[in-house]
């Protein structure tokens, strides 16, 4: 059964730093890109980060490049996505999402709130 499971969410005030993992089962982690996706209330779904399979390529949406950072660790299948300098708008359901030609599978998603 595939699994991925996200944590690390929460509150945090304005300019806070969180990390969020995602750990997945059930499939071959390594033959897998990993995506972060976030919505907010009232918006789509939008793509935050992606890395491929091997860890060697990252790309970021504009809104959060310089700020997070995606990497992985296929050794205890875990993607992670470190977020500095947070802001209001960073307010969202994070999901992580595993993809390759042919599946694609997604967490249930971990709720990250920024605020003062």
């Known amino acids: 059964q595939v699994q991925l499971v996200e944590s690390g969410g929460g509150l945090v005030t304005p300019g806070g730093s969180l990390r969020l993992s995602c750990a997945g089962s059930?499939?071959?982690?390594?033959?897998?890109?990993m995506r972060w996706y976030r919505q907010a209330p009232g918006k789509e779904r939008e793509l935050v980060a992606t890395i491929n399979s091997l860890g060697g390529s990252r790309i970021y949406a504009s809104s959060v490049k310089g700020r997070f950072t995606i990497s992985r660790d296929n050794a205890k299948n875990t993607v992670s996505l470190q977020m500095n300098s947070l802001k209001v708008e960073d307010t969202a359901v994070y999901y992580c999402?595993?993809?390759?030609?042919?599946?694609?599978?997604w967490g249930l998603g971990t709720q990250v709130t920024v605020s003062s």
């Open positions: 999402n595993a993809y390759d030609l042919v599946s694609t599978h």
């Open positions: 059930g499939f071959i982690f390594s033959r897998y890109a």
